[in-house]
C-alpha cells in the first residue's frame, strides 16, 4: 500500500507516481477505486461508491473492484 499512498491522483484520471516519475491513465471508475483504497476503504464501500455514480448493479461494481485490485497488484502498486 506504501505505493499507492504517494501516487498523485487527479480527476481526470492521470496517476504519477513522483518517486519513479511513471504516470498512467485510468478511467473514472479506476479513480474512484484507487482514491477508495487510498483511503482504507474495504471493497464493499468502494462498490457503493461506483453504484452511487454510475449506473452498475453493486455486484458488477464489486467485480470492478476486485478485476482491479488484480491489476494494481500486477503492477506491484498494492
Known amino acids: 500500500m506504501a505505493t499507492?499512498?504517494?501516487l498523485a491522483i487527479n480527476e481526470e484520471g492521470f496517476v504519477f507516481d513522483p518517486t519513479t516519475g511513471d504516470s498512467f491513465g485510468v478511467s473514472a471508475t479506476g479513480v474512484i477505486i484507487l482514491k477508495g483504497i487510498r483511503d482504507g476503504?474495504?471493497?464493499k464501500k468502494i462498490a457503493q461508491r461506483l453504484a452511487d455514480e454510475f449506473i452498475v448493479t453493486l455486484d458488477d461494481a464489486g467485480r470492478d473492484v476486485a478485476d482491479f485490485r488484480v491489476q494494481l497488484k500486477t503492477l506491484?502498486?498494492?
Open 4 to 6: 499507492l499512498a504517494r
Open 41 to 43: 476503504l474495504d471493497d
Open 76 to 78: 506491484a502498486l498494492i
